[in-house]
C-alpha cells in the first residue's frame, strides 16, 4: 500500500532543506542582533489555553488529541501563548524587559492554499515588560532588518501599521458598544481578502446603521493618522492612540526603515489578544498572503493569571517568505549548495584501508569527506566526486605508499598539487 503525504505537509529533500535551514539562520541572525534570546516550548499544550484568547478562527483550525487519561490536548498553532505561560511561571526572577525569540513548527487545520499550508514554521520575536511604543518600534524594526538582510527592499514589501487603541478609539466615538468589538475586529481582518459585497453584507451584520457602517468604511480607507479628524471629532484618548502610533513612526524613521512603513488602519489582525498597535507586511504587488504580522497584546499575561504586564511580538511564517524569496531569485543566489568538501580517492587498491584513515582525519578536523563505497577506477570516482560537488579529491596512489604524499586535485579548475599527508592535515586545522 502506498501511503501519501498528509495534505498541507511538506517533505524536505536536501534541496529543500538547505534553503529552509538558510531562512531559520536568517531569522536566527536578525534575532540576536537586535537582542533576543532563543526559547521554546513542547509542540503540545492544553486545548483551553488556545481557546481562552485566541480568537474563533484559531479554534476551528486547531489539531487537538485526548492523551490515556482523558486530557483535552492541541498541537500548537501559535507559540504567544506557550510563551506567555512560560513568562508567567517565572515572572519575578526574569529581567525586563524580556526580548525573547523562538522558531517553532505549527500546526492548523486551514485549507492548504498559496502560502498557507497545515504545518509551517514561524519566527517570533516578542518584548515583554515594555509598555512604550520604543518595543513596538523594536519589534517592527527587528522584523524589517531581517527582510532587508535577505535583500528585499522597500520596492518588494511594505510594513502596515495601524493600532487598535486607535481603532477602538474611534469606533467608541461612531457609537459601538465595547461588548461589539471583538466581532467586528473579525470582520475587519477579513476585508481585503474579501469581495467587496461580501464584506459589506458582513460589516452590516455587525454594524446595522449605515451612517455608522460608512464611517468604518471611511476609515479603512484613511492614508495618514492625522486625517483621523475628518471621520470623528478628537478626544484624549483619540490624541494618546494617535501619538503612540506617531513615536513608533518616528522611531522607525531615525532607525532608517522608514521606507518600509505605512499607515493603514485596514490593518486590525484576526487574532483577538491584540489590544495597541499592530502590523502586517505584505507584498507590494499585494498578490501573497501576509508575510508576517504583529502587534501588542497588554492583556494576555493576565488572562492567563498572570500580572497585567504589557507585551509585544511578530510571528512570520516559511511559506509566504519563500515564495517572495523564490519570486526575486534572493534564494537562487544566497542558499549554499549542498557540497562535500574532500572526497578521498583511491587509485592504489592496495592502499584501499588508507582511504578510511585519511577520511576519518580529516572529518576529525571538522571538514566534511565522503569516499566511494564501490570498489571503481579513479575516472569513476571522480565522477562520484563530481556527482557530490566536491570542492577537493585527495587522491592516495604510488606516492601515499611509498612517501605518504597525497595528490590534491581541485575540482574547479582541474589543477593538482602533491602534498605531504601531515602537512596537508595540520593546514586543515589551522
Ligand atoms: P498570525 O497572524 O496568526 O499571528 O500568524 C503570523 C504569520 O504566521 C502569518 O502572517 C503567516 O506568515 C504565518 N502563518 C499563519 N498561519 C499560517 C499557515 N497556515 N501556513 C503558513 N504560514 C502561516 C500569530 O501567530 C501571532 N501569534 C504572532 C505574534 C507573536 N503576535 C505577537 N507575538
Redesign the pocket.
Known amino acids: 500500500m502506498k501511503i501519501p503525504p498528509v495534505k498541507?505537509t511538506r517533505d524536505f529533500y536536501p534541496p529543500e532543506m538547505a534553503r529552509h535551514n538558510w531562512i531559520i539562520d536568517g531569522w536566527k541572525k536578525a534575532s540576536r542582533r537586535n537582542g533576543f534570546e532563543e526559547y521554546d516550548g513542547p509542540i503540545f499544550e492544553h486545548l483551553a489555553m488556545y481557546q481562552i484568547k485566541?480568537g474563533q478562527e484559531?479554534v476551528e483550525?486547531l489539531f487537538s488529541l485526548q492523551d490515556r487519561g482523558g486530557r483535552e490536548l492541541a498541537i500548537r498553532?501559535?507559540?504567544?501563548p506557550t510563551?506567555a505561560r512560560m513568562v508567567n511561571q517565572r515572572i519575578n526572577a526574569l529581567p525586563r524587559p524580556i526580548k525573547w525569540f523562538s522558531v517553532p513548527r505549527?500546526c492548523?487545520a486551514?485549507r492548504p492554499q498559496k502560502?498557507?499550508?497545515?504545518e509551517?514554521f514561524?519566527w517570533?520575536?516578542?518584548i515583554i515588560g515594555e509598555d512604550s511604543g520604543q518595543a513596538d518600534a523594536e519589534i517592527i524594526f527587528t522584523t524589517l532588518d531581517y527582510l532587508r538582510m535577505v535583500g528585499l527592499t522597500p520596492r518588494d514589501v511594505q510594513a502596515k501599521i495601524s493600532s487598535r487603541r486607535l481603532l477602538a478609539t474611534v469606533l467608541a466615538s461612531i457609537g459601538i458598544p465595547t461588548e461589539r468589538l471583538d466581532a467586528l475586529y473579525a470582520v475587519l481582518d477579513k476585508k481585503p481578502k474579501l469581495p467587496a459585497e461580501t464584506f459589506d453584507a458582513l460589516l452590516a451584520e455587525q454594524v446595522p446603521d449605515p451612517s455608522q457602517a460608512g464611517k468604518i468604511r471611511d476609515l479603512m480607507a484613511l492614508d495618514s493618522v492625522d486625517r483621523i479628524a475628518e471621520i470623528v471629532a478628537s478626544n484624549e484618548d483619540l490624541l494618546k492612540a494617535a501619538d503612540e502610533l506617531r513615536t513608533v513612526f518616528d522611531i522607525l524613521r531615525t532607525m532608517g526603515v522608514g521606507e518600509y512603513c505605512v499607515f493603514d488602519p485596514s490593518i486590525v489582525?484576526?487574532?483577538a489578544y491584540?489590544t495597541g498597535v499592530v502590523f502586517?507586511v505584505h507584498d507590494i504587488a499585494g498578490e501573497l498572503?501576509?508575510?508576517?504580522?504583529?502587534?501588542r497584546?497588554d492583556n494576555l499575561l493576565r488572562d492567563f493569571g498572570g500580572p497585567a504586564i504589557s507585551?509585544?511580538?511578530?510571528?512570520?511564517?516559511?511559506?509566504?517568505?519563500e515564495i517572495l524569496l523564490e519570486q526575486r531569485g534572493i534564494m537562487e543566489k544566497q542558499v549554499p549548495q549542498p557540497a562535500i568538501e574532500y572526497f578521498v580517492a583511491l587509485a592504489d587498491p592496495e592502499m584501499a584501508r588508507s582511504v578510511y584513515e585519511v577520511t576519518a582525519r580529516i572529518r576529525a578536523q571538522g571538514h566534511a569527506a565522503n569516499f566511494s563505497y564501490r570498489q571503481g577506477g579513479l575516472s569513476k570516482q571522480l565522477k562520484e566526486a563530481a556527482g557530490q560537488k566536491a570542492a577537493m579529491c585527495v587522491i592516495i596512489g604510488q606516492e601515499y605508499r611509498d612517501k605518504r604524499q597525497v595528490v590534491l586535485k581541485n575540482m574547479a579548475t582541474g589543477t593538482q598539487e602533491l602534498a605531504d599527508l601531515e602537512q596537508f592535515l595540520s593546514r586543515l586545522s589551522s
Not at 498572503?289 to 502587534?295: D, E, P, S, V
Request: some cysteine.
Open positions: 498541507g485566541s484559531i483550525q498553532p501559535e507559540i504567544t510563551l505549527l492548523r486551514e502560502g498557507r499550508l497545515r509551517f514561524q517570533n520575536i516578542d489582525r484576526g487574532l491584540y502586517e498572503r501576509a508575510i508576517c504580522g504583529g502587534g497584546y507585551a509585544t511580538g511578530m510571528g512570520m511564517g516559511d511559506c509566504v517568505l
